[in-house]
């Protein structure tokens, strides 16, 4: 198919400069293990899981039996006072993968909706205990938590915010963000700072708010939209202290590193924190089903069963219309036996060591580049923005990977892969050296 047998006036890409996308038409019309085939019948390696979503690879036939056979069984059913079997089994297969007594699972539709969900409920909980001043959240500067208001607020990525700001919420405020340019190269390690970046927290900002009207802290274990920056050691854990010490929430956004992307089931897993809510989307159907959701501690579900209302009353009065649509629990729960069943997270785990050395031999002293990044299976180059139009050469050398067969992913300064966990070796060295080609050429 040419992309001349379609119209292009109507569709309104997301996140994408459609001016130039019209010039430079970027259309995929089909895909297989890695690779994608263009609407030019070119073939392009999918470098980026195609935004972190397809871990287990393209058209796996397991996943697309289930979905076959779920929409020949039950296609959709309403959420709201009833439900299916497959949203059951699909809760309990994620609570079980889940560390600690994460075991309620309140399933949505993407990452943001889990944002704004687990936002909610963590007001909603404090409300149930008697502590409904409690309404105050904390995010970190450079955080992505979707698109919604909520996550936007607590989100601190600028772009995403600046257009917005008059409707955002009010009463958040954010953490500093979590990277030293002192530790620009890092591969599979956790940098040790000099000093406490969580400092801040304890002296100034939870004294400026007073912790008791704290409600959560949300943060990425690992800050993936922004462009893959790893915490310093013990960060997570000390943050988790801090929380318990306050009687504040915490919350991890595993949208990204949920799943296999660290060689683990969940980020939490991987720094050994358990938070009280823990956001999920993406890899958790293979992205071929919009599914999200959040997995909340029991104590966070006991605390708004514990009411004095009439059993007919709803406890929590917040869901959507797709909420554990069985056609993409059907998804989620072939996509995971097919993950455990192939043992791709530990794959993951085992090729991401491949592709942090591929980058930081061959990254290391080309022209720009600043800073590489590499943990699990995701490796990032930060370049030197070209003065006055920040984003440029990224931008410029993902257009140009993609021309040469590569998909690779530009956010702000820095290009990042994140293949699928079916990669190999050729994979990576195909994807590696086109990029460092590239990185040459927008020199």
């Not at 991890?252 to 969940?266: A, S």
């Amino acid at each position: 198919m040419a992309y001349n047998d379609f119209t292009m006036d109507n569709h309104w890409l997301p996140f994408t400069p459609n001016r130039q996308f019209r010039k430079e038409p970027r259309v995929f019309v089909g895909a297989d293990g890695m690779e994608f085939t263009t609407h030019d019948g070119r073939k392009v390696v999918d470098g980026i899981s195609s935004l972190w979503c397809v871990g287990a690879g393209h058209n796996r036939k397991p996943i697309n039996d289930a979905i076959t056979k779920q929409l020949n069984t039950l296609d959709y059913s309403t959420a709201f006072q009833a439900s299916n079997d497959q949203a059951f089994i699909a809760a309990q297969k994620i609570a079980e993968m889940a560390p600690g007594d994460l075991n309620r699972v309140l399933f949505c539709n993407s990452g943001s909706e889990a944002a704004d969900t687990s936002l909610k409920v963590a007001l909603a909980y404090h409300r149930a205990r008697g502590e409904g001043h409690r309404n105050i959240f904390i995010g970190r500067e450079k955080g992505y938590h979707g698109v919604g208001f909520g996550g936007m607020s607590v989100g601190g990525i600028p772009a995403n915010r600046k257009v917005f700001g008059t409707a955002l919420l009010p009463r958040v405020d954010h953490l500093r963000f979590i990277h030293d340019p002192k530790h620009a190269f890092i591969h599979n390690t956790e940098p040790v700072w000099d000093e406490d970046p969580l400092l801040e927290l304890e002296n100034r900002i939870l004294p400026l708010h007073d912790p008791s009207n704290v409600a959560a802290i949300i943060v990425e274990p690992v800050a993936g939209s922004a462009g893959w920056y790893i915490p310093p050691k013990g960060y997570l854990k000390r943050l988790r202290e801090i929380c318990d010490k306050h009687g504040i929430l915490l919350i991890f956004d595993e949208v990204i590193t949920g799943f296999g992307r660290l060689g683990t089931n969940f980020g939490a897993d991987f720094y050994g924190v358990v938070p009280d809510m823990l956001n999920f989307a993406k890899c958790v159907t293979n992205g071929v089903i919009p599914m999200g959701g959040v997995i909340c501690r029991d104590k966070l579900y006991d605390a708004m069963m514990k009411t004095d209302a009439p059993e007919h009353v709803i406890e929590f009065f917040h869901g959507y219309t797709y909420s554990g649509h069985p056609v993409a629990c059907a998804a989620a729960i072939a996509t995971l036996d097919l993950m455990q069943k192939d043992a791709l997270f530990q794959r993951a785990g085992e090729m991401g060591k491949l592709l942090g050395n591929a980058f930081h031999s061959t990254f290391k002293g080309l022209p720009n580049v600043v800073g590489i990044r590499s943990l699990g299976l995701a490796a990032a180059v930060e370049l030197a923005p070209i003065a006055g139009t920040p984003g440029k050469r990224a931008f410029d050398i993902y257009l140009d990977c993609f021309k040469k067969g590569a998909l690779v992913r530009p956010a702000g300064d820095v290009v990042v892969i994140a293949p699928p966990y079916i990669v190999e070796k050729s994979h990576i060295d195909q994807l590696v050296n086109t990029l460092a080609d590239s990185i040459k050429k927008n020199a």
